[in-house]
């Protein structure tokens, strides 16, 4: 059995689709057409530098340590891994409004009845 460092050299970087998974313990195998996270679309090397990133709390400190290499280095790794995942990874970065703006939005009818206890209930 090939483990994840191999299967990651041999496929170059090029992308993969999973056409079969096992679940050892109880031999069940799923046949289909699995795309891989976005994580593990990474090269195998820039797993290990997320694995040690998440490991060390985020402390850039901790990978100058680990890795033997200056802060630029660390950052403008990050960058390029960032860069790498932003496509797939999408985060929603704007803050839900707070009950009192949904109110505010609500009784200036910005929003339904309905609307509004969808936006509070988030």
């Given amino acids: 059995m090939a483990d994840w460092k191999d299967l990651t050299q041999m496929t170059g970087g090029a992308r993969m689709l999973i056409e079969r998974v096992r679940l050892p313990e ?20 820039d797993q290990v530098f997320v694995a040690a990133f998440v490991r060390s709390h985020g402390s850039i400190k901790e990978m100058e340590r680990l890795f033997g290499v200056s802060y630029p280095t660390i950052k403008n790794r ?18 839900a409004p707070s009950r009192h703006e ?21």
């Fill in 78 to 95: 990050l960058h390029r891994i960032s860069a790498v995942l932003e496509p797939s990874l999408a985060v929603e970065t704007s803050p």
């Fill in 26 to 45: 109880t031999q069940v195998a799923i046949e289909g057409a699995f795309e891989l996270p976005p994580l593990a679309q990474l090269s195998f090397e």
């Fill in 102 to 122: 949904v109110l505010d939005q609500l009784e200036r009818g910005e929003l339904t009845p309905q609307q509004a206890v969808e936006a509070l209930k988030r």
